[in-house]
């Protein structure tokens, strides 16, 4: 058997080490190094000022920090919760085999997935138009010519047309991903399960649950992370907007769509960088610290032994 010396495995590490650590952690040592000092647009000179920024954002009662990021985490909460919805119930329909054409329905289903979703968004954006959307437009028809619904002027349906958008994008991810962790459930299982007077809720509660569960908490976690990154699906369809208020974050203005306004938006003026960047750092440490106590709480849990609440005969399993 080759022995290879811990120190040669090192040397040959060593360059992708070097840049890995020069690509990732330059942007975010430079970015703190920012937000440190009293950096504008219009003022070159890096004046060392040290938490002062990070005192402005966390501490002055008017901050835009606590609505920003309350209001993502609300965006991330409801639409994580409907792609496992959705994509949980149309993974046991495509999974039911009395269902015809399920080569076609699985090839349907990736449609929303595999298209560019900026071409997505403003597919929406005209459906959403209020005066002339196919939304609207055939809800008249339904409903009178007097029914209208503002979807990207009001805050509140605003909010829901950029839920909708990126729940339409995104079960079909955990639609395949939950599909193939059904198909590796032993069917005995259920079976099993049936025998001894189980229903379906309950089989699907007692056995078909747990088993999924490894499955669908690292999606669960990555799609979270991904949708609090979100960005231009949000930004096309509504900017940010509708605004309430001058100088105040607009009700679909979530984190990133928040810092890219700041810096090129159209009311950007003096760019206040080193606010910014204290603004990314905070995000950055509130993301990370999310992420390593949801990883952690996936590695305590184990699945029990018995994952029926009722007693199965171990000939039966």
């Not at 970015?31 to 920024?53: A, C, K, R, V, W």
């Not at 810096?263 to 992420?291: D, E, K, M, P």
């Not at 590695?299 to 018995?306: E, S």
């Not at 994952?307 to 171990?314: A, N, P």
């Amino acid at each position: 058997m080759l022995k290879v010396k811990p120190r040669t495995i090192i040397l040959y590490l060593l360059p992708m080490i070097v840049t890995i650590a020069l690509i990732n952690l330059t942007p975010i040592l430079y970015t703190i190094d920012i937000s440190l000092t009293n950096y504008t647009l219009f003022n070159d000179e890096h004046i060392f000022i040290g938490l002062e920024n990070y005192r402005q954002l966390i501490f002055t009662a008017n901050s835009d920090l606590y609505f920003v990021i309350a209001n993502t985490l609300l965006y991330v909460i409801i639409c994580v919760s409907l792609f496992l919805v959705v994509g949980m119930a149309t993974a046991l329909a495509l999974n039911n085999t009395k269902i015809k054409g399920l080569a076609f329905w699985r090839v349907v289903l990736l449609v929303p997935w595999a298209a560019p979703s900026a071409i997505t968004a403003l597919i929406w954006k005209f459906l959403f138009n209020e005066d002339f959307g196919p939304i609207n437009q055939i809800a008249r028809l339904a409903f009178g010519k007097g029914f209208n619904v503002p979807w990207v002027t009001n805050p509140t349906w605003a909010f829901i047309s950029v839920v909708i958008v990126n729940v339409w994008l995104s079960y079909p991810f955990f639609t395949v991903i939950i599909l193939g962790a059904l198909q590796s459930i032993p069917q005995e299982l259920n079976e099993a399960a049936e025998m001894d007077g189980a229903n379906a809720w309950q089989r699907f509660l007692n056995v078909t649950l747990p088993l999924l569960r490894p499955a669908i908490t690292p999606i669960t976690i990555l799609s979270a992370i991904t949708t609090f990154q979100m960005f231009n699906t949000v930004y096309l369809i509504t900017g940010g907007g509708p605004f309430i208020s001058a100088g105040r974050p607009g009700s679909t203005e979530f984190v990133m769509i928040y810092m890219y306004n700041k810096v090129l938006g159209n009311a950007a003026a003096n760019v206040h960088y080193a606010q910014i960047a204290s603004f990314s750092v905070t995000i950055f440490i509130i993301l990370g610290t999310i992420t390593f106590l949801a990883r952690g709480g996936t590695n305590i849990y184990r699945l029990p032994r018995r994952i029926l609440r009722f007693k199965v005969s171990e000939g039966a399993v």
